[in-house]
Every structure is written in structure tokens, then in C-alpha cells.
């Protein structure tokens, strides 16, 4: 005996889009079909359309960017509070491909402002900086900019840094430092203008913002770094035990 879907029209929309974004139909970075083209393709209303796709939108598998469509975006990251890892061994840990791109690296006497507090602008020796964007299964994650003493770090090659991917795995290899511990200060804000370009999201959205402070074992302050992530498709997660 036949039993008829009573499943709401929308959502029979929904499960389809669902399927054919996790077949790789429709893969990272790309844009779904647009809200016209759904309608005629599905035969149905521009409400049961964005009913449908607002369901995408809450299960993480697309963005809505203003002005340009519903894109979707890469699986969401989750790193746990319980152990530090290096984003490539956390985008590995998920399945995915990690990638570096745009790498900056220069020598410099400044740290930006919110650590002027940690090392006073008198205190202040010659830096390392190591600027890059990582990404997931080729889809712009998050912005990195580090900073070390040169005292330690003189240089890094970029070519070698390309083919480590993870920046603490090389100063292990290279330099024989190693980030035993990391003190991170979250905030939420909006992205700026440049921000929003690199990572692939209007201006204005909000991003996670990290200020790091890496330590050796020996408690050493061997890095400050300032990290920008979307916060659409990263989540941090602490268990917080009494």
C-alpha cells in the first residue's frame, strides 16, 4: 500500500537542495541556483523557496551574501577546548584538505595595539611577522598573523612553510620551539572592508577574533598572534566541569 509524503512542500525542497549539496553537485563556494530559478525549476512560490532555503541556511550548508545569491559554504569546524592543535591537524582531523595562501612574512619593531600591554612599545624587540590566510577544502577559513623574536626566529621560507602548512610544525622542525600552551581572548565584531574580501563575506558581518599568547614549556612568551575567523563555519566548544 502506497502512503502519501505529507511532508510540507518546503521541506521536500529542503531534503532535495540538502542532497545535492552533499553530493558535491553544488560544492563550496559555489551558488546555489537563484531564488527565480528555484521557483520555476520546483513550481512553487518565492515564500516556500526561502522557507526552504532559510532550512539550508540553518543546518550551516549555505550563506546568504547580500547581493550576490546563497553560496555554500565549506562543513563547519569544531575545535574543542581541551587540546591545542595546529589548524592543519584540526582540518585534517574533519576530513578535509587545509591549504595555505597569501603568506606575508617581514621583519618589523611594532605588535599591534592590544599587546602593547603584554610587551611595552620600549620593551619591544625585533619581530617576525608571519601573515597568512588557511583554508578548508580550499574555501577561506580564517586570517593568521603571528609574531616572534627574531632572537629565535630570523627567518622563515616560505616555500618551506607551503610545504609544512602548519606554522608550529615547522618551528618544531626548523627552530626546535615548541608552542606547549596557548592563552586565546575571544571577542565577536564585524569584519572590516579588507577582512570581508579576503574571507569571502560582506563587510560588516561578524567574525570571531582571537588574541593569542603562545608559550614554551618553560613558559616562555615565544608568540603573539592575532587571528580573524568566519563565524559562520568555525565553533569553538568548552566543557566547563565544576
Known amino acids: 500500500m502506497h502512503v502519501a509524503d505529507k511532508s510540507p512542500l518546503y521541506h521536500k525542497i529542503y531534503v532535495d537542495l540538502k542532497r545535492r549539496v552533499e553530493s558535491g553537485e553544488f560544492k563550496p563556494g559555489d551558488y546555489i541556483p537563484t531564488e527565480k530559478q528555484l521557483q520555476d525549476y520546483y513550481s512553487v512560490s518565492r515564500t516556500t523557496v526561502r522557507t526552504a532555503v532559510a532550512a ?6 549555505v550563506a ?3 547581493g550576490k545569491g ?17 589548524f592543519t591537524d584540526l582540518v585534517l582531523a ?5 591549504g595555505i595562501r597569501d603568506i606575508e612574512i617581514v621583519a618589523t ?20 611577522r608571519v601573515r597568512r590566510v588557511r583554508t578548508a577544502d580550499e574555501s577561506v577559513v580564517s586570517i593568521h598573523e603571528s609574531y616572534f623574536p627574531r632572537s629565535r626566529v630570523p627567518r622563515i621560507d616560505e616555500i618551506e612553510l607551503v610545504k609544512a602548512q602548519s606554522l608550529y610544525k615547522l618551528l618544531q622542525n626548523r627552530f626546535n620551539i615548541v608552542v606547549n600552551a596557548v592563552e586565546d581572548e575571544l571577542t565577536a565584531r564585524k569584519a572590516t572592508t579588507s577582512e570581508a574580501k579576503i574571507l569571502g563575506i560582506p563587510s560588516g558581518d561578524p567574525v570571531l577574533h582571537v588574541n593569542r599568547l603562545g608559550y614554551e614549556a618553560d613558559s616562555n612568551l615565544i608568540e603573539l598572534a592575532t587571528i580573524v575567523i568566519r563565524s559562520d563555519i568555525y565553533r569553538y566548544i568548552a566543557r566547563l566541569e565544576r
Request: glycine letters at 4%; a negative charge; aromatic letters at 4%.
Open 94 to 98: 574533519q576530513g578535509l584538505t587545509p
Open 56 to 61: 539550508l541556511e540553518d543546518d550551516g550548508l
Open 70 to 86: 546563497v553560496q555554500v559554504v565549506p562543513k563547519t569546524l569544531r575545535q574543542r577546548w581541551t587540546k591545542l592543535s595546529s
Open 64 to 66: 546568504v551574501q547580500r
Open 109 to 128: 619593531r611594532s605588535v599591534p595595539s592590544p599587546f602593547d600591554e603584554v610587551i611595552p612599545p620600549e620593551d619591544q624587540e625585533d619581530l617576525l
